[in-house]
């Protein structure tokens, strides 16, 4: 076996050589050339262990400009946003971008991979769902078109991911939580529809106990996408019931945050710093409306900017390598600690 690395479908040709419309024909249909030449592609393809790239050959090397954009929950502000930022940066770049949105439902995400596949796109950006996916049907459309996983990640699958670095978040909230008051408990949901919930939670614990405090994890319950409903509702369920086991709450993401503030008006409790004040909260995301809560809400942000920039320029390096990459890359962001009243 030669240790020669070939790339695309052209510099196959040019190593065996035969003539690339030959070689395309012959993946198309191999009973469609000569014998002697079905065993020279052949031999070939033994000697360079060369593999077809399948999207390539679908498309007949006349790849579209159109990009699929797949986000969990459309509606989700956080979503919205992220889905607006990559949609100017594919416009920007010459592709033609359409958003999908399974809104939260398994079979909507199966249903929209599949017509997706169909229209075969020169590459898509992809936030699945997560532990709501069916992990083999979004491993199957990896592997036939060439994508890349942002916000939250399945682990092996698709050629890139792109999202933030979750410990980067949780560890400036913390750190700063710590220092300045109380050590903070962690308000989450018992079911969380992100996967990157399950990081932070984590996060939290071993930050909480290499800064010598012991963890203390608050779950409601509740499932889906509700999470400003899930959050007012559990919050007021402690409230009612003896309250928080701190005067200091870090809350799994800003819209749980936004819930657990509504429930903190509802009950005439002051979040904030000052006096008079029966409750510090803080939070992860940069949620678009986070600076217009009451009081405005301390978060570490997802850096939009930059996971919209990398994703877009990783999907236009992954469609001119032909729809594949030699190994699977990662870029994690970190976290940007943004000080307001809550905390």
Not at 248 to 270: P, Q
Request: proline letters at 6%; one cysteine or more; a negative charge.
């Amino acid at each position: 076996m030669s240790s020669t690395k070939i790339r695309n479908m052209e510099e196959f040709a040019a190593v065996s050589g035969i003539s690339r419309p030959t070689v395309s024909k012959y993946f198309n249909d191999p009973d469609s050339v000569r014998p002697s030449t079905r065993n020279r592609i052949e031999e070939a393809l033994e000697r360079y262990d060369y593999r077809p790239n399948i999207f390539a050959m679908n498309q007949n090397r006349k790849l579209t400009k159109n990009v699929g954009i797949v986000v969990p929950y459309l509606t989700d502000p956080f979503f919205a946003e992220i889905a607006r930022k990559l949609e100017e940066r594919c416009t920007l770049a010459g592709f033609r971008p359409t958003l999908y949105s399974p809104y939260g439902q398994r079979e909507m995400e199966v249903e929209i991979l599949d017509s997706i596949r169909s229209l075969k796109p020169a590459g898509v950006l992809l936030a699945p769902l997560g532990r709501a996916s069916d992990h083999k049907a979004v491993e199957s459309f990896c592997a036939d078109v060439p994508t890349v996983l942002f916000d939250s990640d399945i682990e092996g699958v698709g050629e890139a991911f792109v999202g933030s670095d979750n410990f980067s978040f949780v560890s400036q909230t913390v750190e700063y939580l710590t220092r300045t008051g109380s050590p903070p408990c962690f308000f989450e949901m018992r079911t969380p529809a992100n996967p990157n919930a399950n990081k932070r939670r984590l996060a939290y614990i071993e930050l909480m106990e290499r800064h010598g405090h012991e963890p203390r994890v608050i779950k409601v319950e509740g499932e889906g996408w509700a999470f400003e409903q899930i959050g007012r509702d559990g919050a007021l369920r402690l409230l009612e019931s003896g309250g928080f086991p701190s005067d200091t709450v870090l809350c799994s993401n800003d819209r749980l945050a936004i819930g657990l503030l509504a429930a903190c008006y509802e009950k005439g409790m002051r979040v904030g710093r000052g006096e008079g004040c029966a409750l510090r909260v803080a939070s992860h995301d940069g949620h678009p409306f986070s600076q217009f809560t009451c009081p405005s809400l301390t978060t570490a942000s997802h850096d939009y900017d930059s996971v919209s920039d990398r994703a877009i320029a990783t999907l236009r390096d992954l469609i001119e390598a032909g729809g594949r990459f030699d190994a699977r890359t990662e870029m994690l962001y970190p976290a940007n600690l943004i000080l307001r009243a809550s905390a």
